[in-house]
């Protein structure tokens, strides 16, 4: 737990900062259309968590109206943006959160080429070497839940855990995806997004040819420990 009272608000507010500026990355990608989609994030050394209200503008999201949830998702009362109604989503993350500690950040979008796989109950096969590399194997597809309550989240986590794919597809609905840091659970959702296109678009014309698992293990090793600089937060997870 954080150490103070002090160090507890620094780190919430932080936490606000970063989730609010990490919505705008789902409109400037295009993985989002009007209020559709959100990103949470765990505020470290803490039980609790900052997610987007519901049906609120991505133009009008603040530090200060999003909502700080604890574990089991509920508001924080007398804090700011408690006025108002989290995102319907927020039990899924909250049973992430819970249930996966080192999960750092949850998002949800409703991108075009993920949610088609999704409306076809169809994981993404391993089959080009950036999937390979951010994923280690196929995106898989997870139950079908209604949204309201924490069934997304339990087929979240029952598809995920022991996984090596921070995402997956909910059947007829589309993807979640998970990090060690809310950046981290975006830049998951952003590269989904570019996968299940170029992988689409490579099914139009025939066959797909899968990987063979030896090099996709060689693939993810070498991107997970050696790409990159060593002070990547996914190499050093808090």
Not at 151 to 166: C, D, Q
Request: proline share 7%.
């Amino acid at each position: 737990m954080a150490d103070t009272t002090a160090d507890l608000e620094a780190a919430i507010a932080r936490t606000r900062e970063e989730v609010a500026s990490l919505h705008a990355e789902l409109v400037r990608y295009g993985l989002v259309v009007w209020t559709g989609g959100n990103v949470s994030g765990r505020v470290p050394g803490a039980d609790l968590f900052v997610i987007k209200p519901s049906g609120v503008a991505y133009d009008d999201l603040t530090p200060e109206n999003l909502i700080l949830c604890d574990l089991d998702g509920n508001t924080v009362p007398n804090t700011p943006g408690s006025d108002r109604a989290p995102s319907s989503d927020t039990a899924a993350h909250a049973y992430v959160y819970r249930h996966m500690p080192e999960v750092g950040g949850v998002v949800h979008t409703h991108s075009t080429y993920a949610v088609a796989w999704a409306a076809r109950g169809e994981e993404i096969p391993c089959v080009i070497t950036a999937m390979a590399d951010e994923f280690g194997g196929p995106i898989p597809v997870g139950p079908f839940a209604i949204i309201g309550d924490d069934s997304i989240g339990r087929g979240i986590v029952e598809t995920l855990r022991g996984h090596r794919s921070r995402a997956v597809l909910m059947r007829h609905h589309g993807p979640f995806t998970i990090g060690v840091s809310a950046r981290d659970a975006v830049k998951a959702a952003v590269m989904v997004e570019d996968v299940a296109r170029t992988v689409h678009i490579a099914s139009q014309g025939g066959a797909l040819e899968p990987i063979p698992q030896e090099a996709v293990d060689r693939l993810y090793d070498r991107y997970q420990n050696v790409y990159g600089q060593p002070t990547d937060p996914r190499r050093n997870p808090a």
